[in-house]
């Protein structure tokens, strides 16, 4: 835990304090003798950091594989990179405000008096101007590495069953009775399907000889009905079905079991050889091996319910029916609906929080115009001493003062952003669907090979030789 927590201090902890260096760099940066040094040392460091997210990105391959500790520091580098970039820019708002009130001359009387009043409080308006651009460009970046990594995740994504598929799981084997009972007494019309597992002690492990890595179920008619979508899928209580939408010839089905559970030799272990047939899935992202109840039990298992599934194409869960089910379980199983890939949101609060800051710190960097200043009395004699004219002039120096912002801020959070996408969406696997996302993301053109994506077998002993 402790470590934890002192990684998690260096990840954002580091990055922050060179973005709150950037804020102090464009306050001290105002005196007139320091500003053409200060803004050397912006432009070196805005180019280091700029190098570091370059190199970064390009120092990863979307054929390499990259452990967990790999991935982190890849991403603790580029963040350390975007800090860098960020500290460089803060010398730049003080030379970006004079500029403005330069240009300013060709503006409306508010927004010109607004730009030079703002050169009254050089040292507070620099500062805020400079929060108002870390965080624009934090939201800016965060929108961009978060639109790459849904369609990351979008791509990873594998369902756990059939679109609009109810499966209830995760329950011990002694509490199946109750869970059956009380999905049952919840759904009274609906026809309960159910995939079966072995008890505690034992287990038995599929050995197909293309090497198909899918789920396993256990159980009758109804079940094979769910994993096909086919009223008339042949069913035979003697052989095994592997459903895959791959092109497969298969006639037999080796389970390997263990009946005790001891740790042995793998290949020691009995061995049975059942007739097996193909057959096509109802959803082609759900595939299984079908192997009916009276087979295992040959063997000497004794079955448990392992999954209670409602078949779609019978009956669909609605919101209301899965709220019910789980206060009615109460917690001592897993309500699941297929509802596909649903996007993260997390993202939209983080969004509208900076929003708030950065227009509050634009609002901290103008606020209310002194009634002393030069540029209130020029505005009050020309508009003949009015509020509105007071007010007018604080929404001018807002304006101002976000603008200046918020366009440095669009621009910087844009070049992380896009330097960024690349390493944050860095997979630790072997996902061939994943590796052609990260392939159109970085631009290359190159078609992947197209293989079937390695999926989740039946609980077993690891077994280097059989992948299992």
Same mark, same amino acid.
């Given at each position: 835990?402790?470590?934890?927590?002192?990684?998690?201090?260096?990840?954002?902890?580091?990055?922050?304090?060179?973005?709150?260096?950037?804020?102090?760099?464009?306050?001290?940066?105002?005196?007139?003798?320091?500003?053409?040094?200060?803004?050397?040392?912006?432009?070196?460091?805005?180019?280091?950091?700029?190098?570091?997210?370059?190199?970064?990105?390009?120092?990863?391959?979307?054929?390499?594989?990259?452990?967990?500790?790999?991935?982190?520091?890849?991403?603790?580098?580029?963040?350390?990179?975007?800090?860098?970039?960020?500290?460089?820019?803060?010398?730049?708002?003080?030379?970006?405000?004079?500029?403005?009130?330069?240009?300013?001359?060709?503006?409306?009387?508010?927004?010109?008096?607004?730009?030079?009043?703002?050169?009254?409080?050089?040292?507070?308006?620099?500062?805020?101007?400079?929060?108002?651009?870390?965080?624009?460009?934090?939201?800016?970046?965060?929108?961009?590495?978060?639109?790459?990594?849904?369609?990351?995740?979008?791509?990873?994504?594998?369902?756990?069953?059939?679109?609009?598929?109810?499966?209830?799981?995760?329950?011990?084997?002694?509490?199946?009775?109750?869970?059956?009972?009380?999905?049952?007494?919840?759904?009274?019309?609906?026809?309960?399907?159910?995939?079966?597992?072995?008890?505690?002690?034992?287990?038995?492990?599929?050995?197909?000889?293309?090497?198909?890595?899918?789920?396993?179920?256990?159980?009758?008619?109804?079940?094979?009905?769910?994993?096909?979508?086919?009223?008339?899928?042949?069913?035979?209580?003697?052989?095994?079905?592997?459903?895959?939408?791959?092109?497969?010839?298969?006639?037999?089905?080796?389970?390997?079991?263990?009946?005790?559970?001891?740790?042995?030799?793998?290949?020691?272990?009995?061995?049975?050889?059942?007739?097996?047939?193909?057959?096509?899935?109802?959803?082609?992202?759900?595939?299984?091996?079908?192997?009916?109840?009276?087979?295992?039990?040959?063997?000497?298992?004794?079955?448990?319910?392992?999954?209670?599934?409602?078949?779609?194409?019978?009956?669909?869960?609605?919101?209301?029916?899965?709220?019910?089910?789980?206060?009615?379980?109460?917690?001592?199983?897993?309500?699941?609906?297929?509802?596909?890939?649903?996007?993260?949101?997390?993202?939209?609060?983080?969004?509208?929080?900076?929003?708030?800051?950065?227009?509050?710190?634009?609002?901290?960097?103008?606020?209310?115009?002194?009634?002393?200043?030069?540029?209130?009395?020029?505005?009050? #004699? &020309?508009?003949? %001493?009015?509020?509105? @004219?007071? !007010?007018?002039? =604080?929404?001018? $120096?807002? +304006?101002?003062?976000?603008?200046?912002?918020?366009?440095?801020?669009?621009?910087?959070?844009?070049?992380?952003?896009?330097?960024?996408?690349?390493?944050?969406?860095?997979?630790?696997?072997?996902?061939?669907?994943?590796?052609?996302?990260? #392939? &159109?993301?970085? %631009?290359?053109?190159? @078609?992947? !090979?197209?293989? =079937?994506?390695? $999926?989740? +077998?039946?609980?077993?002993?690891?077994?280097?030789?059989?992948?299992?």
């Amino acid at each position: 835990m402790i470590v934890t927590i002192a990684v998690f201090i260096v990840v954002l902890g580091i990055p922050a304090a060179l973005m709150c260096g950037s804020v102090f760099l464009a306050a001290r940066s105002t005196s007139a003798p320091v500003r053409s040094g200060r803004r050397l040392w912006g432009v070196a460091l805005a180019a280091i950091g700029l190098a570091v997210m370059a190199q970064t990105a390009s120092a990863i391959h979307e054929d390499q594989h990259y452990d967990d500790f790999g991935s982190a520091g890849t991403i603790l580098l580029g963040f350390l990179g975007a800090g860098v970039f960020l500290l460089g820019l803060g010398p730049f708002i003080p030379w970006l405000l004079r500029t403005f009130e330069r240009l300013a001359v060709r503006l409306p009387v508010p927004f010109r008096l607004a730009a030079r009043d703002m050169g009254e409080r050089p040292v507070l308006t620099a500062a805020a101007v400079a929060l108002t651009m870390v965080i624009t460009a934090l939201t800016v970046a965060v929108l961009i590495v978060s639109a790459a990594m849904t369609a990351l995740h979008r791509v990873e994504y594998q369902p756990r069953a059939r679109p609009g598929a109810l499966v209830v799981d995760e329950f011990r084997n002694d509490q199946a009775a109750t869970v059956q009972a009380a999905v049952q007494r919840e759904l009274p019309t609906v026809s309960i399907v159910l995939s079966h597992d072995e008890t505690d002690f034992g287990y038995f492990v599929p050995d197909v000889a293309s090497g198909l890595l899918t789920p396993v179920h256990v159980g009758d008619q109804a079940l094979l009905r769910y994993l096909t979508g086919d009223p008339s899928a042949p069913f035979r209580e003697d052989t095994a079905v592997v459903v895959t939408g791959e092109n497969l010839a298969i006639s037999s089905l080796t389970i390997v079991h263990n009946l005790s559970g001891e740790p042995g030799d793998y290949d020691a272990y009995p061995r049975q050889s059942v007739p097996a047939v193909t057959a096509r899935p109802a959803d082609p992202q759900v595939e299984a091996i079908f192997i009916p109840s009276k087979v295992i039990q040959d063997l000497g298992f004794h079955l448990v319910p392992e999954q209670l599934i409602v078949d779609p194409g019978v009956h669909r869960i609605s919101p209301l029916e899965q709220e019910r089910l789980e206060e009615r379980l109460g917690g001592t199983a897993t309500v699941y609906v297929e509802r596909g890939f649903q996007p993260s949101t997390g993202w939209q609060a983080f969004v509208a929080v900076m929003a708030v800051i950065a227009l509050g710190s634009a609002l901290v960097a103008t606020g209310w115009t002194s009634a002393g200043s030069r540029s209130t009395r020029v505005l009050l #004699r &020309a508009r003949g %001493g009015s509020s509105a @004219a007071l !007010r007018w002039l =604080a929404v001018c $120096r807002a +304006g101002v003062g976000t603008a200046c912002g918020t366009i440095l801020g669009a621009a910087a959070g844009c070049a992380i952003g896009l330097l960024l996408r690349w390493p944050l969406t860095t997979s630790a696997d072997w996902d061939p669907q994943a590796t052609a996302f990260r #392939r &159109a993301l970085a %631009g290359h053109r190159r @078609a992947g !090979r197209r293989t =079937a994506p390695a $999926r989740g +077998g039946h609980r077993g002993p690891a077994d280097p030789q059989t992948n299992r």
